[in-house]
C-alpha cells in the first residue's frame, strides 16, 4: 500500500503513546492524583436521587464493590451480565467487576425474555445483576418465568438445576426480588472486608485482557458479542478526550446510555481520562436535562442528534441554559449539518462529530478543531492516533484510490479481540492480516476525511440506537401468517431513521400491519419494533431468487411520500 493514492491512512502517531493499564488503574491513578475532585454525579427519578462522588470516593466504593464480589465467589475470567438503566450501581459494577478481573456484559433494559435468554446463554453468564423492572417490564417476574428453579433464599444463590446452568447469581439493584441478593448487601459486605485479595485480583488483570462484552448484531444471524479489553477501551476513551481538548476542568453532561459503549467509554472512561466531571441521568427527559444542564453549566454535552433538538424545542430552553457550553458531542446517525450549524449557532457549543462501531471500542475517526466549520459539519472527521484504515473494492478486497466509495476497513489497538464463542463469525470479520471489515460504505479523500455513504449489512441507526433488521423479520415470520418479511430503513426527521417491514402473507391468510406490529410488540424491544408495516403480494427479487433490498427501500421511501402507507405506531 505504498501508493500515495490509494484510499489507505496509516496509524498515526500524532498524540498521546498508547497507555498500558486497565480501566481499575486509570480510576486507581486519578483517585491519587486528585481525590478531592468531583467524578459522578447520577441524576435519578427526574432530580428527586442524586448520587455524587469524588475521585477518592468512587475508589473506595468500587473497591469495596470489588471485594464483595470476590467474597460472593465470582471467579476471575466469568462474565457477569448488569442489566439496568444508568444508575449509581452501573458505574460502580463497571468500575468494581475490571478491578475484580471479571468481564462486564452490557444488556439492555428494554430486551424482551427471548432476547435475554439468547444472552444469558450464548455468553454463558455466572451472574446477573438486573433492575427489578424498567420502563413498565416487569425483568424480575421475565426472570422467573425464564428460570423456574429459582428459590427464595434471598442470597441470591442458584442450584442451576435448570436452564442457563452457568448462572449461578443473581442481583437486584435498587429494588426487591427475593430469589436475587440485594446489591447493597453486596455493597455492605464488601465494605467490611480485608483489601488484600482485592488488590491481588486487581494485580492480576492485565490490559489486553477482555474488560467487557457488548453485543452487536450483522444482518444475518444472531446477535454476537464484541469482546473488547482493557487496552482498547482506556486508550479509545483517553485518544477520543485528548482530540476533543478535554481537560480536569470540564464537566460532560449526558444522557446516553451506560450499556452502550458511547455511555461506558465515551462518557465514564473518557472523562475519568482526563480526570473531569460526568454528570449522567438515568434516562433522557429534555425537561430534567435542561435543568441539569442550567444546573451544572456543563462544558461538554454528549448527546444524539434527537436529544438535541428536543431540548432545544422545549419551552424551558434559554439562553441563560448555555453559558459555559465548550462543545457538543454527537454521532451515531447521519446529521445534516444544516443541524449541527443550528445548533453551534442557538448553544455557542463547538460540534465534535464522532464514529464509531462496537467491535472498534468504539471510535474510529473524530473531527478536529483545526479543520474548517464546514469540514467539521460534513464528516465524519479523521482517524484518532494509532488507528489504521483503508476502503476496499467490495468485490475484491483491493484497496481503491482515495474518493472512491468501498468498505471501510479498520486495524490497530481498538479492534475487539472477537466474537465471544464464535470463531467463524469472528474470522468473517477480522481477516488474516487484522483488518476488522465494518459493513460500511465510505469514502476516503487523501485529507483523512471520512464520510459513511451507506452500509453493506442493512443495520438502521433510530436515534442513536441500532436496529437489526434480522431480528424483526425473524420475528415477524414467527407469525402464522406470514411468508417472507423484510425489513429496510427509511429516512425519519426526527429520529434519523425508522424500520419499514415489507411482508407477504401465506395464501388465504389474514393479517392487519396492526396486528403484525402488535405481534413484534410483545416480542421485542419497543425500539425495535417497525413504525411502518406494508403488506404486498411479492417481493422485488434479483434473476438469482435474491430480494433487492435497494428496491424494496426506493419503494417504502415512495409510498411514505405519496401518503400510501401510514405509520401503525403513535
Given at each position: 500500500?505504498?501508493d500515495q493514492t490509494l484510499a489507505y491512512w496509516?496509524?498515526?502517531?500524532?498524540?498521546?503513546?498508547?497507555?498500558?493499564?486497565?480501566?481499575?488503574?486509570?480510576?486507581?491513578?486519578?483517585?491519587?492524583?486528585?481525590?478531592?475532585?468531583?467524578?459522578?454525579?447520577?441524576?435519578?427519578?427526574?432530580?428527586?436521587?442524586?448520587?455524587?462522588?469524588?475521585?477518592?470516593?468512587?475508589?473506595?466504593?468500587?473497591?469495596?464493590?470489588?471485594?464483595?464480589?470476590?467474597?460472593?465467589?465470582?471467579?476471575?475470567?466469568?462474565?457477569?451480565?448488569?442489566?439496568?438503566?444508568?444508575?449509581?450501581?452501573?458505574?460502580?459494577?463497571?468500575?468494581?467487576?475490571?478491578?475484580?478481573?471479571?468481564?462486564?456484559?452490557?444488556?439492555?433494559?428494554?430486551?424482551?425474555?427471548?432476547?435475554?435468554?439468547?444472552?444469558?446463554?450464548?455468553?454463558?453468564?455466572?451472574?446477573?445483576?438486573?433492575?427489578?423492572?424498567?420502563?413498565?417490564?416487569?425483568?424480575?417476574?421475565?426472570?422467573?418465568?425464564?428460570?423456574?428453579?429459582?428459590?427464595?433464599?434471598?442470597?441470591?444463590?442458584?442450584?442451576?438445576?435448570?436452564?442457563?446452568?452457568?448462572?449461578?447469581?443473581?442481583?437486584?439493584?435498587?429494588?426487591?426480588?427475593?430469589?436475587?441478593?440485594?446489591?447493597?448487601?453486596?455493597?455492605?459486605?464488601?465494605?467490611?472486608?480485608?483489601?488484600?485479595?482485592?488488590?491481588?485480583?486487581?494485580?492480576?488483570?492485565?490490559?489486553?485482557?477482555?474488560?467487557?462484552?457488548?453485543?452487536?448484531?450483522?444482518?444475518?444471524?444472531?446477535?454476537?458479542?464484541?469482546?473488547?479489553?482493557?487496552?482498547?477501551?482506556?486508550?479509545?476513551?483517553?485518544?477520543?478526550?485528548?482530540?476533543?481538548?478535554?481537560?480536569?476542568?470540564?464537566?460532560?453532561?449526558?444522557?446516553?446510555?451506560?450499556?452502550?459503549?458511547?455511555?461506558?467509554?465515551?462518557?465514564?472512561?473518557?472523562?475519568?481520562?482526563?480526570?473531569?466531571?460526568?454528570?449522567?441521568?438515568?434516562?433522557?427527559?429534555?425537561?430534567?436535562?435542561?435543568?441539569?444542564?442550567?444546573?451544572?453549566?456543563?462544558?461538554?454535552?454528549?448527546?444524539?442528534?434527537?436529544?438535541?433538538?428536543?431540548?432545544?424545542?422545549?419551552?424551558?430552553?434559554?439562553?441563560?441554559?448555555?453559558?459555559?457550553?465548550?462543545?457538543?458531542?454527537?454521532?451515531?446517525?447521519?446529521?445534516?449539518?444544516?443541524?449541527?450549524?443550528?445548533?453551534?449557532?442557538?448553544?455557542?457549543?463547538?460540534?465534535?462529530?464522532?464514529?464509531?462501531?462496537?467491535?472498534?471500542?468504539?471510535?474510529?475517526?473524530?473531527?478536529?478543531?483545526?479543520?474548517p466549520l464546514e469540514i467539521r459539519v460534513s464528516?465524519?472527521?479523521?482517524?484518532?492516533?494509532?488507528?489504521?484504515?483503508?476502503?476496499?473494492?467490495?468485490?475484491?478486497?483491493?484497496?481503491?484510490?482515495?474518493?472512491?466509495?468501498?468498505?471501510?476497513?479498520?486495524?490497530?489497538?481498538?479492534?475487539?479481540?472477537?466474537?465471544?464463542?464464535?470463531?467463524?463469525?469472528?474470522?468473517e470479520a477480522i481477516d488474516p492480516d487484522g483488518?476488522?471489515?465494518?459493513?460500511?460504505?465510505?469514502?476516503?479523500?487523501?485529507?483523512?476525511?471520512?464520510?459513511?455513504?451507506?452500509?453493506?449489512?442493512?443495520?438502521?441507526?433510530?436515534?442513536?440506537?441500532?436496529?437489526?433488521?434480522?431480528?424483526?423479520?425473524?420475528?415477524?415470520?414467527?407469525?402464522?401468517?406470514?411468508?417472507?418479511?423484510?425489513?429496510?430503513?427509511?429516512?425519519?426527521?426526527?429520529?434519523?431513521?425508522?424500520?419499514?417491514?415489507?411482508?407477504?402473507?401465506?395464501?388465504?391468510?389474514?393479517?392487519?400491519?396492526?396486528?403484525?406490529?402488535?405481534?413484534?410488540?410483545?416480542?421485542?424491544?419497543?425500539?425495535?419494533?417497525?413504525?411502518?408495516?406494508?403488506?404486498?403480494?411479492?417481493?422485488?427479487?434479483?434473476?438469482?431468487?435474491?430480494?433487492?433490498?435497494?428496491?424494496?427501500?426506493?419503494?417504502?421511501?415512495?409510498?411514505?411520500?405519496?401518503?400510501?402507507?401510514?405509520?401503525?405506531?403513535?
Amino acid at each position: 500500500m505504498s501508493d500515495q493514492t490509494l484510499a489507505y491512512w496509516p496509524a498515526s502517531e500524532d498524540g498521546p503513546a498508547l497507555w498500558d493499564m486497565t480501566l481499575g488503574d486509570l480510576l486507581d491513578r486519578q483517585a491519587g492524583a486528585v481525590p478531592d475532585r468531583l467524578a459522578v454525579v447520577v441524576d435519578e427519578q427526574g432530580g428527586a436521587v442524586s448520587t455524587r462522588w469524588t475521585y477518592a470516593q468512587l475508589k473506595a466504593d468500587a473497591d469495596a464493590l470489588a471485594r464483595g464480589i470476590i467474597d460472593w465467589g465470582i471467579a476471575p475470567g466469568a462474565r457477569v451480565a448488569v442489566m439496568a438503566q444508568n444508575c449509581p450501581a452501573w458505574v460502580l459494577l463497571e468500575y468494581a467487576l475490571a478491578k475484580a478481573g471479571v468481564v462486564l456484559v452490557t444488556v439492555n433494559p428494554a430486551l424482551k425474555p427471548a432476547e435475554l435468554a439468547y444472552l444469558l446463554d450464548q455468553g454463558q453468564v455466572a451472574a446477573l445483576f438486573f433492575a427489578p423492572g424498567f420502563r413498565g417490564s416487569d425483568i424480575a417476574g421475565d426472570l422467573r418465568a425464564l428460570m423456574p428453579d429459582l428459590a427464595s433464599a434471598g442470597d441470591g444463590l442458584r442450584q442451576a438445576a435448570g436452564p442457563f446452568p452457568a448462572l449461578r447469581r443473581l442481583c437486584v439493584i435498587g429494588g426487591d426480588a427475593a430469589f436475587a441478593r440485594p446489591f447493597e448487601s453486596l455493597l455492605t459486605t464488601g465494605r467490611s472486608l480485608d483489601d488484600t485479595a482485592r488488590a491481588d485480583r486487581q494485580a492480576a488483570v492485565q490490559p489486553r485482557d477482555v474488560a467487557q462484552i457488548q453485543y452487536t448484531s450483522g444482518t444475518t444471524g444472531k446477535p454476537k458479542g464484541a469482546m473488547l479489553t482493557h487496552h482498547s477501551t482506556v486508550n479509545n476513551a483517553r485518544l477520543m478526550a485528548d482530540r476533543g481538548g478535554y481537560t480536569a476542568d470540564d464537566l460532560m453532561l449526558s444522557a446516553m446510555p451506560l450499556f452502550h459503549t458511547a455511555g461506558c467509554v465515551c462518557n465514564v472512561m473518557a472523562m475519568a481520562a482526563c480526570g473531569g466531571t460526568l454528570v449522567t441521568m438515568d434516562s433522557f427527559d429534555p425537561a430534567r436535562m435542561l435543568a441539569l444542564w442550567q444546573e451544572f453549566r456543563p462544558s461538554l454535552i454528549n448527546a444524539v442528534p434527537t436529544m438535541m433538538v428536543r431540548m432545544l424545542e422545549h419551552p424551558d430552553y434559554g439562553p441563560r441554559d448555555s453559558r459555559r457550553l465548550r462543545r457538543i458531542i454527537t454521532g451515531g446517525t447521519s446529521i445534516p449539518p444544516s443541524l449541527m450549524l443550528k445548533l453551534r449557532e442557538v448553544t455557542g457549543g463547538d460540534p465534535m462529530i464522532i464514529m464509531g462501531m462496537t467491535e472498534c471500542s468504539p471510535i474510529i475517526t473524530q473531527t478536529r478543531d483545526s479543520d474548517p466549520l464546514e469540514i467539521r459539519v460534513s464528516t465524519a472527521g479523521v482517524p484518532l492516533p494509532h488507528t489504521e484504515i483503508r476502503i476496499a473494492d467490495v468485490e475484491t478486497g483491493q484497496t481503491l484510490p482515495f474518493g472512491q466509495s468501498g468498505e471501510l476497513c479498520i486495524r490497530g489497538y481498538l479492534v475487539m479481540k472477537g466474537y465471544f464463542d464464535m470463531p467463524e463469525k469472528t474470522a468473517e470479520a477480522i481477516d488474516p492480516d487484522g483488518w476488522l471489515h465494518s459493513g460500511d460504505l465510505a469514502v476516503l479523500e487523501s485529507t483523512g476525511h471520512l464520510r459513511i455513504v451507506g452500509r453493506l449489512k442493512d443495520m438502521i441507526i433510530r436515534g442513536g440506537e441500532n436496529v437489526y433488521p434480522v431480528e424483526i423479520e425473524d420475528c415477524l415470520l414467527d407469525h402464522p401468517a406470514v411468508s417472507q418479511a423484510q425489513v429496510v430503513g427509511v429516512p425519519d426527521p426526527d429520529l434519523g431513521e425508522e424500520s419499514y417491514a415489507v411482508v407477504v402473507l401465506v395464501d388465504g391468510a389474514a393479517a392487519t400491519p396492526a396486528e403484525l406490529q402488535a405481534h413484534c410488540r410483545t416480542r421485542m424491544a419497543r425500539h425495535k419494533m417497525p413504525k411502518y408495516v406494508e403488506i404486498v403480494e411479492e417481493l422485488p427479487m434479483t434473476a438469482n431468487g435474491k430480494v433487492q433490498k435497494f428496491a424494496l427501500r426506493e419503494a417504502a421511501v415512495a409510498a411514505l411520500r405519496d401518503g400510501r402507507v401510514k405509520a401503525v405506531r403513535a
